[in-house]
């Protein structure tokens, strides 16, 4: 079974009545069944995109491939016995990105990556908006409220490398989590796999496809929507061939906003009323609770963050 793809071309000015009705309906479906889909026609250009690869590419092999290879990580997948496992450490090489980056010294990555997080973080409001009318929400719901708290939401892009791994059934790439915050966007590598999320108890694979987003919807989501649509579990794992580039953006609640179900699908019901009720918080507490828990289940997190 393959992961989703939606054309979203196909819910712009340019559709016709037909075809907007049936793609929003396509998306609705894999919010709620999925978590995940990959986005087509996204308004992302190409030659950007090709850019991006290019010098996210250039980055690793320049700035970052010797030290990944002289990490202490590296020596001890290197040193581990036959029939091991490293456990608590995942098989990556990863920076964080935000608005201001005057740390990294390449003035052609900073520029490009700005170029390409300002698309983003267009991409991001539009997804926004299908999901509230979607869930029957005001435009601009969801992200008015990741935006509260008197502070802008948090808008941060990773750029993961997973290297070649010469052990790789003997650490994790990336282990089994839900995301923290709210809608997520990522541009995967478009020959290299190994991102699996979790459906009915079975993993899947997310294709590599050339030049598409992945949407996956994160755990303030799951609340906003009082458990309509899911955050899904995913995991990246190790490869022995390829270094697999993965660039997530992600469109999070400020840490002072206060995240609740939307009092609309609490007064219509939802899965959250009848299977478990959903607390409302501050998003900075359940940031605390999930740095301690991320790999653990997210039922507790949401527990915990109750008795705060």
């Keep these: 079974m393959a992961i989703p793809v939606v054309d979203f071309s196909k819910v712009g000015n340019g559709a016709s009545p037909e075809e907007r ?19 087509v ?5 190409e030659e950007l995109l090709e850019r ?17 290879k002289q990490s202490p990580l590296f020596k001890s997948l290197s ?16 920076i964080t990105l935000l608005d201001h980056n005057s740390l990294i010294s390449c003035l052609q990555f900073r520029e490009t990556m700005a170029e390409y ?31 509260s708290g008197g502070e802008e939401a948090f808008f941060g892009t990773k750029v993961n490398h997973y290297p070649p791994c010469p052990k790789p059934e003997m650490v994790n790439g990336l282990r089994a989590h839900t995301d ?5 966007m990522l541009f995967q590598d478009d020959v290299v796999g190994g991102l699996e999320v979790l459906k009915d108890g079975e993993w899947f694979d997310v294709q590599p496809m050339r030049n598409s987003i992945v949407i996956n919807t994160g755990d303030q989501v799951e609340v906003l929507s009082n458990g309509r649509y899911k955050s899904a579990w995913h995991r990246v794992q190790a490869k022995p061939d390829g270094n697999r580039m993965s660039i997530a953006s992600f469109y999070n609640p400020s840490m002072k906003a206060t995240i609740a179900p939307a009092p609309q699908l609490v007064e219509n019901g939802g899965v959250g009323v009848e299977a478990f009720g959903y607390p409302e918080f501050v998003f900075g507490d359940y940031m605390s609770v999930y740095a301690e828990q991320k790999f653990d289940p997210k039922e507790p997190r949401f527990q915990a963050v109750r008795a705060m």
Excluded at 81 to 94: H, I, M, T, Y
């Design 41 to 45: 026609n996204h308004g992302i250009s």
């Design 21 to 39: 009705a049936a793609t929003m309906a396509l998306i609705a479906k894999h919010c709620e069944e999925w978590g995940f889909f990959q986005l």
């Design 117 to 147: 997080r300002a698309e983003l973080r267009k991409l991001a409001g539009q997804v926004m908006e299908v999901m509230d009318e979607n869930l029957g929400l005001p435009k601009g719901y969801i992200k008015n409220a990741f935006n």
């Design 180 to 184: 923290a915050g709210g809608v997520i």
């Design 79 to 94: 040193d581990l016995p036959d029939g091991q496992k490293l456990e608590n450490v995942d098989w990556e090489d990863v």
């Design 52 to 68: 991006v690869k290019k010098v996210c590419t250039e980055f690793f092999k320049l700035e970052r491939e010797q030290n990944f």
